[in-house]
């Protein structure tokens, strides 16, 4: 098993930027694809990217394609999740979880989760 703990939310302005990190213990991290995923208040988990083990291959959803950027170094056991251009509608609670890429965004279907780090964005 592995334990993806979440770091760097925080309050944000719109347009800034902010990286969260995602460092795991237990487990072989390198083994796992890494996923974020993000929750607003009132709403549906939401996939924001993927990271397959190697990190040779990336997915995003179109909501953040082009302003978000997932990386990792396994030598630190880390998966990053690099946030620019925030928007308000960004503010939510960032969730990494490790499982398989191949599970897209079917939240379900990955086994590890951190607790989340809350992001907020304000106009």
């Known amino acids: 098993q592995v334990h993806p703990v979440e770091s760097g939310g925080g309050l944000v302005q719109a347009e800034g930027s902010l990286r969260l990190s995602c460092a795991a213990s237990?487990?072989?991290?390198?083994?796992?694809?890494v996923a974020w995923f993000r929750q607003a208040p009132g709403k549906q988990r939401e996939f924001g990217a993927c990271?397959?083990?190697?990190?040779?291959?990336?997915t995003y959803a179109d909501s953040v394609k082009g302003r978000f950027t997932i990386s990792r170094d396994n030598n630190k056991k880390t998966v990053y999740l690099q946030m620019n251009s925030l928007k308000p509608e960004d503010t939510a609670v960032y969730y990494c979880?490790?499982?398989?890429?191949?599970?897209?965004?079917?939240?379900?279907?990955?086994?590890?989760w951190g607790q989340g780090t809350q992001v907020t964005v304000s106009s």
């Open positions: 990271i397959s083990w190697s990190g040779g291959s990336t």
């Open positions: 237990g487990g072989t991290f390198s083994n796992y694809g």
């Open positions: 979880a490790a499982g398989t890429c191949m599970s897209g965004a079917q939240a379900a279907l990955y086994p590890y």
